[in-house]
């Protein structure tokens, strides 16, 4: 089995900052692509940053400049850095990994149970 487990959500003021982690655990190979997602309410989930294995990053135009994607290979962790929050970015954030089980075969795509931000003064 595999586990996502996101945590270091919560209440923040506008122009605040976040920093959310996501812990990849259970019987693993690799990790590839990692990405931080969001959902408000009545909203779409759409992709915030993501995160290739080797480091190349790639961001939603809403938050470039303002949030900084992550990872520690050694630790299985993935990180989201969120600094000049604004009540747009109230949300709750998904992580979401690639990972590849074993050494010969696909790679499968897994969730988190998220996280709750709520920027709000």
């Known amino acids: 089995q595999v586990q996502l487990v996101e945590s270091g959500g919560g209440l923040v003021q506008p122009g605040g900052s976040l920093r959310l982690s996501c812990a990849v655990s259970?019987?693993?190979?690799?990790?590839?692509?990692v990405g931080w997602y969001r959902q408000a309410p009545g909203e779409e989930r759409d992709l915030v940053a993501i995160?290739?294995?080797?480091?190349?990053?790639n961001y939603a135009d809403s938050v470039k400049g303002r949030f900084t994607i992550s990872r520690d290979n050694a630790k299985s962790m993935v990180y989201l850095q969120m600094n000049s929050l604004k009540p747009e970015d109230t949300a709750v954030y998904y992580c979401?990994?690639?990972?590849?089980?074993?050494?010969?075969?696909?790679?499968?795509?897994?969730w988190g149970q998220g996280t709750q931000v709520t920027v709000s003064s």
């Open positions: 979401n990994a690639d990972v590849r089980r074993y050494r010969y075969g696909g790679s499968i795509p897994y």
């Open positions: 995160i290739a294995s080797g480091g190349t990053t």
């Open positions: 259970g019987s693993i190979f690799s990790i590839n692509d």
